[in-house]
């Protein structure tokens, strides 16, 4: 579990996923070598890493949700096939070996997707749900006091006041063939410093500095701190697939999504049109989340339940097309 002072270097970094070290001292109230010394072993860990993404809808993908059920003798062979493709971003096998819960990210266009063609045609392959994820109602870890001791609001508006994040203008652009290196080395590390970045490149720092601000200012670019929280205590996950009227879509996902637990919720297509991944710390949490958490919540008529066994893949970032793209948020 964290102590206070990762928990308040982590909240920061949510905040401000490229703030200086310095400024995070100051704010978490320790020296720069010691912040610097504690995420870099949190990194090592595996339990934390700031990486930058490129937003799909530059390149017309969009995000989906696809259910897989398969015969169980073939579970193997299909969750080594899936995490090869470079447009699955996670992947995990449910409870009980015959379900593939993955996010995917596809061309939006009118025909079906080469990927789920692929799919499909895989030996052991019963049936496909595909869901496309019409509107994401938080992002992941937006309520840090859910995971962890969490910064006062003062410290948290000198961050802002003094690194702010970037507040993106207009629509996005595609990047350039140029940029690839440069992108390349922030899905790496979200963190690497302009003087890396510009090694990586062969820019000056001064083109490097120009370029991001391009890529931010547009929306193009966004950074992530990608955490496992099964390091952090929280072992128990599962995906929850819900039942809401449309008139009580937006304030049921909205309800859902500020719930203690919840790490992600999405409005989607199909038959349940809400899901939402919980991360609980054993099964005996998850029920008193459901009984005492969900239960709260006005508009859900129903739902089914995929509780994680095993991940497969999580958060990588993708090549898409031979273009770099990040993961569906």
């Not at 496909?128 to 609001?153: E, F, K, V």
């Not at 963190?191 to 062969?202: D, F, I």
Request: hydrophobic residues 40%; charged residues 20%; proline residues 6%.
């Amino acid at each position: 579990m964290l102590d206070t002072l990762d928990s308040h270097i982590l909240h920061a970094l949510h905040v401000a996923p490229r703030a200086p070290f310095r400024l995070v001292g100051e704010v978490v109230g320790a020296s720069e070598q010691t912040v610097a010394r504690r995420y870099r072993t949190m990194c090592r860990a595996g339990t934390v890493r700031v990486v930058g993404r490129v937003n799909p809808a530059v390149q017309g993908l969009v995000a989906s949700v696809v259910r897989i059920s398969l015969r169980p003798d073939r579970i193997d062979a299909c969750a080594e096939a899936l995490t090869r493709l470079p447009e699955v971003s996670f992947a995990t096998i449910s409870f009980g070996g015959s379900e593939i819960v993955c996010s995917i990210a596809t061309p939006h266009e009118g025909r079906m997707p080469e990927v789920l063609r692929q799919l499909a045609r895989t030996p052991g392959v019963l049936e496909i749900d595909t869901r496309m994820a019409l509107h994401t109602y938080s992002p992941p870890g937006a309520d840090w006091g859910r995971l962890g001791p969490s910064l006062p609001q003062e410290a948290l508006d000198f961050l802002r006041e003094h690194h702010p994040r970037t507040t993106p203008l207009g629509r996005p652009v595609e990047p350039h063939e140029e940029d690839a290196a440069l992108l390349a080395a922030l899905a790496e590390d979200g963190r690497a410093s302009q003087a890396m970045l510009a090694g990586r490149t062969g820019w000056t720092t001064g083109r490097v500095a120009r370029r991001l601000e391009v890529l931010e200012r547009s929306g193009t670019l966004f950074y992530d701190v990608d955490l496992a929280l099964e390091k952090l205590g929280y072992s128990f996950s599962a995906a929850l697939w819900m039942n809401t009227s449309p008139a009580r879509l937006h304030e049921t996902g909205s309800a859902v999504a500020a719930l203690p637990r919840v790490v992600f919720a999405s409005a989607t297509t199909g038959a349940q049109n809400l899901m939402a991944i919980v991360m609980c710390t054993h099964t005996a949490d998850f029920y008193d989340w459901l009984s005492r958490r969900l239960a709260t919540v006005p508009g859900v008529t129903g739902y089914t339940v995929s509780v994680r066994l095993r991940t497969l893949k999580q958060a990588a970032s993708l090549v898409y097309q031979g273009r770099l793209v990040g993961p569906p948020r």
